[in-house]
């Protein structure tokens, strides 16, 4: 089943609400159709794992919190397997401390909402998420060093031919570091070009999600130099 394709009208875009409060449901449902997207939403994960048989959402909004698995164990299931990891998620949780934040990104969500929340904005987050996983049709595949091969079309990337799964974040991260070979890009740049000034994003998540790239890449993972103090590059 193929990752959905990027597509203009709000209409064609599917969100998967995932949360054992009903009213919680009710409301981003409400909320996010009146805005123009179709919504479907699962109070446990048993209902939303048999959904994704059938079919694969443009984004997810997945609560933390739920009475037959954890929402990070969801979340770590899709970005592992190659069918769902090019998914964007959302984390919706009651959960507010920093190391819950952190796991979740690290896992590879794309943004996280704690509650109480404004359903304005979670729907305003719905559309910047879903702006960033849009892909210019004008973007060529890129080759780096012989063997690594980045297409930002397919979302695809390959190490001597063979098909690499990426989690989104580490997909994003490694075009961002390709488009400028050889040049040096700051942890803070790196945040910036993926969340922008969303400030609980630490640095450390650049690092973890970096480690995670070089042992996905396996040979190609040398390509991925850090310069102490600076952040990191990709050497051609």
């Not at 690594?148 to 994003?172: N, S």
Request: neutral net charge.
């Amino acid at each position: 089943m193929a990752k959905p394709t990027s597509v203009s009208k709000e209409s064609d875009r599917l969100i998967a609400i995932v949360d054992d409060e009903p009213d919680i449901c009710e409301l981003l449902s409400l909320h996010l159709t009146k805005a123009g997207f179709r919504v479907e939403t699962f109070l446990n994960g048993a209902s939303f794992y048999q959904f994704l048989e059938r079919q694969v959402p443009h984004l997810i909004i997945l609560d933390l919190m739920l009475p037959d698995v954890d929402g990070l164990d969801i979340c770590r299931f899709l970005k592992q397997n190659p069918q769902f990891a090019g998914i964007p998620i959302i984390m919706l949780t009651a959960r507010s401390e920093e190391a819950d934040r952190v796991s979740g990104l690290e896992l590879g969500a794309d943004d996280y909402v704690t509650k109480p929340f404004s359903p304005r904005e979670v729907v305003a987050r719905v559309r910047t998420v879903l702006r960033r996983h849009q892909t210019p049709v004008t973007e060529q595949p890129i080759t780096i060093g012989g063997i690594l091969t980045i297409d930002p079309q397919r979302h695809e990337v390959r190490v001597a031919g063979e098909k690499i799964a990426l989690t989104t974040t580490e997909f994003r991260i490694l075009s961002i570091l390709a488009r400028r070979p050889n040049w040096v890009f700051t942890r803070n740049q790196i945040l910036n070009e993926l969340w922008g000034d969303q400030k609980w994003v630490i640095d450390r998540t650049i690092d973890v999600h970096i480690s995670k790239l070089r042992a996905k890449l396996g040979k190609a993972g040398r390509l991925l130099q850090n310069v102490r103090g600076v952040g990191y590059k990709i050497e051609t």
